[in-house]
Every structure is written in C-alpha cells, then in structure tokens.
T-cell receptor
Framework: DGGITQSPKYLFRKEGQNVTLSCEQN?????MYWYRQDPGQGLRLIYY???????QKGDIAEGYSVSREKKESFPLTVTSAQKNPTAFYLC????????????????FGQGTRLTVV | GDSVTQMEGPVTLSEEAFLTINCTYT??????LFWYVQYPGEGLQLLLK?????DKGSNKGFEATYRKETTSFHLEKGSVQVSDSAVYFC????????????FGKGTKLTVNP
C-alpha cells in the first residue's frame, strides 16, 4: 500500500542533543513538507522541498535542518539550537501543481511526538 | 499574507445534532480550500476540498461550499456521530499567492452519545 511513514512514533531528547525524525513516502510525490503542531496553534510549516536536492525554509525553520537526497525521504533534524522542541511533528507529501498544493491533496504521516527530558 | 480563521473550540454536541464549524480566509490570489480531520494521536486526513467559487465539497456526510463573496468555507454535517469526534482543520492553498498550504488553528469536536 502506498503511504507516508514517520518514525519513531515517540522520541525523547536530552537537553543539548540533536535528534533526527524520519519521513519516507512511496507515493512517488515530488513535494514533501514538515509541520510542527502545538496545542492551540494549529500547524506551522518548518521546511518544504519540491524536488530532490532542493528545499526551502518555512515559517519556523530556526533550530531545524533537513536534507532531500532521495525522492522518497525527507528527514528532519531538531538541533540543540531549537529552544522549545517538545511538540508533535507531522510530515506530508503531495504532487505539486503550479505551486505547492494547487488543487491537490496532501498526504500526512502518523506523526512523531518529541519530548525533551 | 494568506490566513485562515476558524471558530474556536472546543465544540461539544450530542449524537445526531447539526454541526457547523465556521472558516473564513484571506488570500491574495485564487485559493483552493480544504478541510482536514485529525483523530487522536494520528496525522491529518483530507476530508473534502473545493477548488473554485461555488464548488461544494462533500464526504462522509460533511459538506462545505466555497463562497468567494464572503471568503468562507464553513463545514456542516446534518447529524453527527460519536465517531466524528476529532480535530478539524480548515486550510487553503493560494495560487498566485503564497502557494503554500496554510492551516487554521483547528477546532476540536466532541460528540457525546
């Protein structure tokens, strides 16, 4: 079955550590996205990529980094520079039209809940 | 810039009640509009969408009509079920504008038996 897979489902990070969240899709989508979800704030865009080896910052990119070496994979690293990393992280993919989501559905993974301990 | 405003929750209803969740938007271009649903502990799923003015999106008994004159895309269902309990997000993608998917803050719905 085609879909988008995030791992792990739960992740614990110590202060000062970098951690990497995995996102893999087998939908043959060109575009992939990372969102952060906090209670009462909806979803905020961290990074997005429309094509392999290219990505752009979203609205809250500080303290995060990404890579897009393969079409299927878009890992997100939460660095020690991110001061408040505890949140629910969602990865998504889509077939972009003339733009990122024009007329097309975005498919989301099940999310990774990151907690700083 | 582009933005989406939806009614604040939480919304609590009894089974078989009528549901309306209001959504209004601001866009610089010509947006496509979406409703997504998130069940507890899960990612988002597309519920319905509309790509041009006066289009009606519908799925699983939910409906929303793209109203350009009022910049609105309100979600409605005639008779909710306990299984509809979830968080609902209104979103837009703005052709000619930012062209990114912009979400509202979400509205939590609880349906009691």
């Amino acid at each position: 079955d085609g879909g988008i897979t995030q791992s792990p489902k739960y992740l614990f990070r110590k202060e000062g550590q970098n951690v990497t969240l995995s996102c893999e899709q087998n939908l043959n989508h060109d575009a992939m996205y990372w969102y952060r979800q906090d209670p009462g704030q909806g979803l905020r865009l961290i990074y997005y990529s429309q094509i392999v080896n290219d990505f752009q910052k979203g609205d809250i990119a500080e303290g995060y980094s990404v890579s897009r070496e393969k079409k299927e994979s878009f890992p997100l690293t939460v660095t020690s520079a991110q001061k408040n990393p505890t949140a629910f992280y969602l990865c998504a993919s889509s077939v972009p039209g003339q733009g990122h989501f024009m007329n097309t559905e975005a498919f989301f993974g099940q999310g990774t809940r990151l907690t700083v301990v | 810039g582009d933005s989406v405003t939806q009614m604040e929750g939480p919304v609590t209803l009894s089974e078989e009640a009528f549901l309306t969740i209001n959504c209004t938007y601001t866009a610089t271009g010509y947006p496509s509009l979406f409703w997504y649903v998130q069940y507890p502990g899960e990612g988002l799923q597309l519920l319905l969408k509309a790509t041009k003015a006066d289009d009606k999106g519908s799925n699983k008994g939910f409906e929303a009509t793209y109203r350009k004159e009022t910049t609105s895309f309100h979600l409605e269902k005639g008779s909710v079920q306990v299984s509809d309990s979830a968080v609902y997000f209104c979103a837009l993608s703005d052709r000619g504008g930012s062209e990114k998917l912009v979400f509202g803050k979400g509205t939590k719905l609880t349906v009691n038996p």
